[in-house]
């Protein structure tokens, strides 16, 4: 499938899209890794946010104070998450799970 040609004014569009949603996910992110939020309500405010929803689970769980990318990893592969999950594709077994795994 082929990708549609843009004209100038929707390739500019696209670009300040993009841009919105790169700066959203990285204030999202940075707000997590310093502890402003738990896991809990990070996934909530991910899933009522399409601009956060198509944050991979592994990037998220990295943000979080304590876990690497090794961490990440095993975490999901304990709890059944594939490693190319985003949070929108969470279910609600899986965020129960993350969340239990979090508070200990």
């Known amino acids: 499938m082929a990708t549609p040609?843009?004209?100038?004014?929707?390739?500019?569009?696209?670009?300040?899209?993009a841009t919105a949603v790169r700066s959203a996910r990285r204030a999202f992110k940075e707000s997590l890794s310093h502890g402003e939020m738990n896991l809990s309500e990070a996934i909530r405010q991910a899933k009522a946010d399409e601009a956060l929803a198509g944050i991979r689970v592994h990037d998220l769980l990295q943000c979080l104070p304590g876990i690497g990318p090794k961490r990440a990893t095993l975490v999901m592969e304990d709890i059944g998450i594939s490693r190319a999950r985003r949070v929108r594709g969470l279910g609600t077994h899986q965020v129960d799970a993350l969340v239990a795994r979090e508070r200990g």
């Open 5 to 17: 040609e843009l004209s100038d004014e929707q390739r500019a569009q696209a670009l300040v899209k």
